[in-house]
């Protein structure tokens, strides 16, 4: 089938069709042109159309008509109305029933083709954007997330009917137990899943790039803010922002952040008149925020407004029935990526996954899949292949492998991770520890350069 594009184009001028269709052709699109709106209409009916084209003032059926019965049909296709000069109030009727564009007569061909190029591309972005959002709506559906134990079943339980509520929500879990993964399935799950899930690590980033990545800045609020920039919280705008760590905000931040949760308003850095959003807020924790409480270190406050429910992610030894099932899943999620046929773990081998400790549950436990079938050759992951990557005792991982040496044996994405963590390392030893001279070396903003040096656990002692 050819993949050129159909144009259905409709004016009561033969001769303004055929040019249209003429110069639409000369660019490799598929026009078909018809004087009687009524009859384009029933063609617009009967076969599939990428765009429509119509005159708006036409005898017998008007371009508003069309417009209409042509949205009726197909709301998201693009309608670009032609128009004179005396039809300027229904232009804007036109644009308010959904027209994309307007055409004003008479038009130079290269306009015509601009246009038409332009409401292509428009329609072609929406369907990529349906498409990953349902991609993203199928990846964070309850049924992926596995959890067969009484444990993880009450909690999913839990999780469907708190996810279409706007209640803030606190997830707490130690690491690697799902926290985000929930998060997200509550976001996808929710009346705001067309909206924007932001997420942002609390614990990342310094107080002051923490305060202007969420809030955001008015121009000349500090030296280098040449351009006024808005905050994840107006990314987040109608839809979920996801504070991750959140044990680790600052007190400063914990007090701004308190304010917008009763206020729904907030200040942009060097802002006096305040912002408004509509957000739902999520957080995830795996410190214990009553301890933090006690010790002054997190307001009380603000723990109870983020905490309208909580959600708490059992850790995977109190949950071992579910490995097994885990280990399938990420077993299928690999074939299905690099389209191989792994069918599952030795029995012996089983038996050692589900007497682990998992410290770093389940992303551990996931890692550990992805490792041993990279290199496993059979059908089965043997126990000696899983022997390579855990430590039978502690079930600590031992494929990390010390700094500078690559091991062949790790999974490509495990060792481009090990080799930028060994270059972030070694810049920042160049640059006795400047962060800031040391990302622009690196050719990378400082808040990336944060969120790695954070994400590898760099510590000071490395460099
Ligand atoms: N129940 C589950 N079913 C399937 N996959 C899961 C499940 N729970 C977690 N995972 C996967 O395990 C990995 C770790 O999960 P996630 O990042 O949500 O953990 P976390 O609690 O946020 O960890 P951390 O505290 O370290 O940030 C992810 O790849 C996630 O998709
Ligand atoms: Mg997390």
Redesign the pocket.
Same mark, same amino acid.
Do not use: F
């Given at each position: 089938m050819s993949d050129k594009k159909r144009i259905l184009l409709i004016d009561n001028e033969a001769g303004l069709c055929r040019m249209m269709e003429q110069i639409l052709l000369d660019h490799g699109y598929l026009p078909r042109s018809y004087t009687s709106p009524r009859q384009a209409v029933e063609e617009f009916k009967a076969s599939a159309w990428d765009l429509v084209i119509s005159d708006i003032k036409m005898p017998g059926m008007s371009g508003l008509e069309v417009l209409q019965a042509i949205k009726a049909k197909q709301h998201d296709i693009p309608v670009i109305m032609i128009t004179a000069y005396a039809t300027v109030e229904m232009s804007i009727q036109a644009l308010r029933k959904g027209a994309y564009d307007m055409l004003t007569k008479p038009f130079e061909p290269d306009e015509l083709v601009y246009r038409v190029k332009n409401a292509l591309q428009q329609r072609q972005l929406l369907e990529e954007n349906r498409e990953l959002r349902a991609e993203l709506e199928e990846k964070f559906r309850f049924e992926?997330?596995?959890?067969a134990c009484e444990g993880?079943k009450s909690v999913l339980e839990r999780v469907g009917k708190v996810a279409v509520r706007d209640t803030s929500i606190l997830i707490t879990?130690?690491?690697?137990?799902?926290?985000?993964?929930?998060a997200q399935a509550i976001h996808y799950n929710s009346p705001r899943r067309e909206k924007k899930f932001v997420a942002i690590n609390c614990g990342a980033l310094p107080e002051n790039l923490l305060e202007s990545e969420l809030f955001g800045y008015k121009k000349g609020a500090f030296t280098g803010a040449t351009e006024s920039r808005s905050g994840l919280l107006e990314t987040a705008s109608g839809g979920t922002l996801f504070l991750?760590e959140v044990g680790n905000l600052p007190m400063n931040v914990q007090k701004t952040l308190l304010r917008f949760l009763q206020e729904k308003e907030f200040h942009r850095l060097g802002d006096t008149s305040p912002t408004r959003v509509d957000i739902r807020v999520l957080s995830?924790t *795996?410190s214990d925020l009553k301890e933090a409480i006690k010790s002054g270190a997190f307001r009380e406050d603000l723990y109870y407004r983020l905490n309208v429910v909580n959600i708490h992610?059992p850790p995977l030894r109190e949950r071992c029935s579910d490995i097994p099932l885990?280990a399938a899943?990420f077993i299928t999620l690999q074939n299905q990526k690099f389209k191989t046929a792994t069918i599952g773990f030795e029995s012996e081998a089983l038996h050692i996954l589900c007497s682990c400790e998992w410290p770093g *549950?389940?992303?551990q436990l996931?890692n550990v899949v992805e490792a041993c079938m990279a290199i496993e050759t059979g059908e089965y992951i043997s126990k000696d292949t899983l022997a390579q990557f855990i430590d039978a005792d502690t079930c600590r991982n031992s494929a990390s492998g010390e700094a500078g040496q690559i091991s062949l044996d790790v999974p490509y994405s495990t060792a481009l991770e090990h080799f930028e963590a060994d270059l972030l390392k070694g810049l920042l030893k160049r640059h006795a520890g400047n962060i800031d001279s040391a990302a622009r070396e690196a050719g990378m903003n400082m808040v990336t350069m944060y969120r790695k040096i954070k994400r590898y656990g760099i510590r000071k002692e490395d460099y």
């Open positions: 992926n997330i596995i959890g993880l879990g130690e690491s690697g137990t799902g926290k985000e993964l929930i991750d995830a *795996n992610l885990l899943h *549950n389940i992303r996931k």
